[in-house]
T-cell receptor
C-alpha cells in the first residue's frame, strides 16, 4: 500500500485564487513528520512547510498553510493568493519516527500545479 | 553560498562506465542522504549517513556505493552504469532531532546513460 497518496496528478488554477493540494498518508507509527516540497521546472527541491504528528496547530509559512487532519490522515497544502511563480510540481512526504535518526522521507507521486493568468 | 551543492549538474556517459557524483553541505548538519528521481518524477531514498556512518541502504544495486569522508560530504560512486540508472540524483542534508530534521536538497544531478 502506498504510504503517501496524492490524488491530483495535475491542477489548473487561476492566478490569485487559493489552491488546495491533497495528501493522505498511512502509518502506524504514532510519531511522524509531514513535509511539502516544491519542484519548479528548473528541477531543484524547495522545502515549503513541516507538520509534526504531535503538533496541536496547523503549520503556516507565509502563503503556505498545512491543513492537518490527523484522524483522517490527511495533510493538505493550502496556497493562498496563488501567483504565476507557484507553477511547479508539489510533493508531499513523510518521515516515520521521531526524527532522531537518519530517516529517509517517503514521497508521494506529486501534483503538477499550473497557475493561469 | 549554496547550502547543499552537487557536482556535476549534468552527467552524460556510456553504459559500462564508472562515475561519481559529489555532494557538500555547509549547513553544519550531521545527516546526509541520496535520493533517486525517476523519469516519472518519483523520488526514492537510496542511502542515508549520520556522522559518516551508513544508516539506510535501501534495495539499491551494489554497483552504487556511497562514501562519506566527513560530515559535510557524501559522494555517490556508480560502477558499470546501466541504461536504467538514468535519473536525477538528489543529495540532501538535515540535522537529526525531533522537529529540526528538515531535509534540504541540492539542485540535483541529471545522469544520462547512453
Amino acid at each position: 500500500a502506498q504510504k503517501i497518496t496524492q490524488t491530483q496528478p495535475g491542477m489548473f488554477v487561476q492566478e490569485k485564487e487559493a489552491v488546495t493540494l491533497d495528501c493522505t498518508y498511512d502509518t502506524s507509527d504514532p510519531s511522524y513528520g509531514l513535509f511539502w516540497y516544491k519542484q519548479p521546472s528548473s528541477g531543484e527541491m524547495i522545502f515549503l512547510i513541516y507538520q509534526g504528528s504531535y503538533d496541536q496547530q496547523n503549520a503556516t509559512e507565509g502563503r503556505y498553510s498545512l491543513n492537518f487532519q490527523k484522524a483522517r490522515k490527511s495533510a493538505n497544502l493550502v496556497i493562498s493568493a496563488s501567483q504565476l511563480g507557484d507553477s511547479a510540481m508539489y510533493f508531499c512526504a513523510m518521515r516515520e519516527g521521531s526524527g532522531g535518526g537518519a530517516d529517509g522521507l517517503t514521497f508521494g507521486k506529486g501534483t503538477h500545479l499550473i497557475i493561469q493568468p | 553560498d549554496t547550502a547543499v551543492s552537487q557536482t556535476p549538474k549534468y552527467l552524460v556517459t556510456q553504459m559500462g562506465n564508472d562515475k561519481s557524483i559529489k555532494c557538500e553541505q555547509n549547513l553544519g548538519h550531521d545527516t546526509m542522504y541520496w535520493y533517486k528521481q525517476d523519469s516519472k518524477k518519483f523520488l526514492k531514498i537510496m542511502f542515508s549517513y549520520n556522522n559518516k556512518e551508513l544508516i539506510i541502504n535501501e534495495t539499491v544495486p551494489n554497483r552504487f556505493s556511497p562514501k562519506s569522508p566527513d560530515k559535510a560530504h557524501l559522494n555517490l560512486h556508480i560502477n558499470s552504469l546501466e541504461l536504467g540508472d538514468s535519473a536525477v540524483y538528489f543529495c540532501a542534508s538535515s540535522q537529526a532531532g525531533p522537529r529540526v530534521d528538515i531535509q534540504y536538497f541540492g539542485a540535483g544531478t541529471r545522469l544520462s546513460v547512453l
